[in-house]
Each structure stands twice: as structure tokens, then as C-alpha cells.
């Protein structure tokens, strides 16, 4: 076997200090409209996502997906995931956290062994992934999913049902996937959340929600990539020894006293997330 290609996209909205090693695309996601104070299109030195064949425009909604979208079908290589400008993969903690992020190095020996690359598991002990999101969101956005999933693409929802019963799962839409089940992922993924968009539309609900809550399609989609992959998992497509978790290095500092007030006001007095932490 030659040596295997990767790209892993940064999804990025603004200029922030990426790596250097050269498996890295920094990629101006939610490019389509931006300006700069001169009124000129907004260049942050960066690939930018309403090139070639993109859905850039939808980003306020889509969040990161327009850039895995924009990589599906714009890039060529084995192997192609997506990171975010503020979290990385990564290994042992160094002093300057770019020290820390994964380097094609440390994931060669793993490239044409293991399919699937997801960052660690995030638990959430006291709740499920549909409690969570039912506290912290608006449910319906799930359920309508499901009865999407039903719809299209039936066989997947055991899977669902499963997955969501669950108090952990892979978050943050991050991952490095083979290409061929990128494509297999993406298209399965897109077909589900574009039906899901036209039926949100259609709901008076969902037209007035703030800006922060309005970013769903790109909350679903962390859920249902679990739903995606335990399919796979299930029918042996993917065997669990062709997945590979990589732990995940935050550039911030994560409001802990924030994130967990905000979680038990979600929980127990029904307050929605109104920002990130």
C-alpha cells in the first residue's frame, strides 16, 4: 500500500493561529456574503467554503457542516476530516497547545488500518443525548429527524433508537473517515438534513428562534453521526477495531462554572442554551 493522502479541514470564521503541518486546509467557513470594512469579500487568507460546489450560504444554520459539505465534494485524498480553528485533535497536553495537535506523523501508522478517526467520547452522566438536547434545545428538531430517518432510510433506525438512549457519543462533527465512507456518511447525512430543513421551514415555531438556537442543523448532525456510525458497526461494514478514538485539545478555556450552571437551569427550569462556553 502507498502512502496514504489526508486532509483535514479547519473550519474557521475568522483568522486564528493554525497548524502547520501540511495535512491541515484552514477553511473559511460561511464565506458566501462576508465582507471587510471596505465593503470588499472577506479574506482571511484561508480556502473558503463558497468555491466550487458549496451550500456556504446555509452557514448560519449548518454551522461546520458547510465546510464538511465543501470537502465532500470538493477534495480528492484517502482519508479527510474536519477540526475547528478552537479544537483540535490532539495527544499529551504540551505548554503551547499547537504543540499538542495531531501531526501526520503520530495518524500514519494507522492509514489504511482504521476507517473511521472520532474524537474521545463526551459523556453526560446524568442524562441521555435526547434528554440533553430536549433541556438544552427543542425536541421537535429531533423527532422530525427521526420520522425523516423512518422515511428514508429506515433500516437506520434501530440505530437511532439506540443511540439516543445513550448518555454519551461522539460531538463537535469532528472525525477523519476514508473517503469512500465520507461519501457513504455525507450522503446519507445531507439527504436527512435538507428534508429536515424544508420541514422546518413549514414550522412557525422554528422561524423565530435566536441566533444561537437557529444553529441546529449542525446539533442534529453531532447525534445522528453516532446513528451513522452504529449502523455501520452493526451490520460489520466497520469493525470496531477499524475505529480509533483521538482525544480533543480545546485552544480556549471552556467556562466550566458557565457551561454547568447553564446545563442545570436547562435541566431543571427548562432555560434553552443561549451561547457557547
Known amino acids: 500500500m502507498g502512502k496514504q493522502e489526508i486532509t483535514i479541514i479547519i473550519a474557521a470564521h475568522k483568522s486564528y493561529q493554525m497548524p502547520k503541518d501540511p495535512m491541515y486546509l484552514p477553511l473559511h467557513v460561511g464565506a458566501e456574503g462576508k465582507t471587510d470594512a471596505e465593503g470588499n469579500p472577506l479574506d482571511l487568507g484561508y ?13 448560519p444554520s449548518f454551522c461546520e457542516l458547510t465546510g464538511l459539505y465543501w470537502a465532500w465534494k470538493n477534495l480528492e485524498a484517502d482519508y479527510i476530516g ?20 495531531l501531526t501526520f506523523e503520530q495518524i500514519q501508522p494507522y492509514l489504511g488500518k482504521i476507517k473511521v478517526f472520532t474524537p474521545n467520547k463526551r459523556k453526560y452522566y446524568i442524562e441521555s443525548l435526547y434528554d440533553h438536547y430536549k433541556h438544552t434545545h427543542y425536541i421537535e428538531q429531533l423527532d422530525v429527524t427521526r420520522e425523516i430517518i423512518s422515511e428514508l432510510y ?24 476514508k473517503k469512500e465512507y465520507l461519501d457513504q ?16 421551514e413549514k414550522n412557525e415555531k422554528m422561524q423565530n428562534l435566536s441566533v444561537f438556537q437557529s444553529r441546529f442543523y449542525g446539533r442534529v448532525s453531532e447525534i445522528i453521526f453516532n446513528v451513522w456510525l452504529e449502523r455501520q458497526l452493526e451490520t460489520g461494514e466497520i469493525k470496531k477495531e477499524e475505529t480509533k478514538e483521538i482525544p480533543v485539545i480545546h485552544m480556549d478555556d471552556i467556562n466550566w462554572w458557565k457551561k ?4 442545570l437551569k436547562a435541566k431543571f427550569i ?4 443561549e451561547g457557547s462556553f
Not at 474536519?82 to 497536553?93: P, W
Not at 456518511?185 to 422546518?200: G, T
Not at 427548562?270 to 442554551?273: E, H, Q
Open 47 to 59: 480556502t473558503k467554503d463558497n468555491t466550487g460546489d458549496n451550500i456556504s450560504i446555509l452557514n
Open 82 to 101: 474536519l477540526a475547528h480553528y478552537r479544537r483540535h485533535f490532539g495527544y499529551k497536553k504540551t505548554k503551547d497547545l499547537f504543540d499538542s495537535v
Open 154 to 177: 429506515p433500516e437506520y433506525v434501530p440505530a437511532y433508537d439506540k443511540v439516543v438512549k445513550r448518555t454519551y457519543g461522539y460531538m463537535f462533527n469532528m472525525m477523519i473517515l
Open 185 to 200: 456518511y455525507c450522503k446519507w447525512l445531507f439527504d436527512i438534513l435538507f428534508e429536515l430543513k424544508e420541514r422546518m
Open 260 to 263: 454547568g450552571t447553564a446545563f
Open 270 to 273: 427548562g432555560k434553552k442554551y
